[in-house]
């Protein structure tokens, strides 16, 4: 069975300095992995994913992340981090094999202090 | 491309009653996928459907159901209605062909209260 663990419920970080919230994961196969970020009231808005290829992956907004395959994690990462942030963060993980189902963490809460 | 659409936006409901939600995906996706969110259990999966046909199904008892139609669009019915149904329940769409490792995209949910 798949999983995904985000250790910390909530992430407090100043605003300018940089965020990271964790993710580790679980899967049988290969991972595709996904981070979304909900703002209340608001369905998850998409920000990145890992298929394959180059371990460091890119989204919106300025967030990366980078898949590591011994540690199994999957951290997002931006170096600078705003007020408008602050949001409710979703790490997930589908197993490559077959077609499963995707599999969500219980979400971090980054709060970014001004 | 309009988004993800779901309704009712919130809905309140009485224990033992019957409800249905209505989500309609991305024009062209032939995925949609239900979550409930609660904030002690995060999101949990529901039932993935793709071109009318239930595809992965996840741990809800049998009160919970789905159906897709011919146009994509998707309902949830959820029978007997508990307490513990009160949650906002998320749609996601996807094109539904890459294997696996596409992006869904979500609607803004609907929240139900059962008193």
């Known amino acids: 069975a798949q999983s995904v663990a985000q250790p910390e419920d909530q992430v407090n970080v100043a605003e300018g300095n940089p965020l990271t919230v964790k993710c580790t994961y679980s899967?049988?196969?290969?991972?595709?992995l996904f981070w979304y970020v909900q703002y209340p009231n608001r369905g998850l808005q998409f920000l990145l994913k890992y298929i394959t290829g180059d371990n460091l992956v890119k989204g919106s907004y300025g967030f990366e992340a980078e898949f590591n395959k011994s540690q199994t994690s999957f951290h997002l990462k931006k170096p600078s981090a705003l007020v408008s942030d602050s949001a409710l963060y979703f790490c997930a993980v589908r197993d490559s094999g077959g077609y499963q189902k995707v599999t969500f963490g219980t979400g971090t809460k980054l709060q970014v202090i001004p | 491309k309009a988004g993800v659409t779901q309704t009712p936006r919130y809905l309140i409901k009485t224990r033992g009653q019957q409800v249905t939600l209505s989500c309609s995906p991305i024009s062209g996706h032939r995925s949609v996928s239900w979550y409930q969110q609660t904030p002690g259990q995060g999101l949990q999966f529901l039932f993935e459907y793709f071109s009318e046909t239930q595809r992965n199904k996840g741990n809800f008892p049998g009160r919970f159901s789905g159906r897709q139609f011919s146009n994509s669009r998707s309902e949830m019915n959820v029978s007997t209605l508990e307490l513990g149904d009160s949650a906002l329940y998320l749609c996601?769409?996807?094109?539904?062909?890459?294997?696996?490792?596409?992006?869904?995209?979500f609607g803004p949910g609907t929240r139900l209260l059962v008193l």
């Open positions: 996601a769409s996807s094109a539904g062909l890459a294997g696996g490792g596409e992006t869904q995209y």
């Open positions: 899967v049988s196969g290969n991972p595709y």
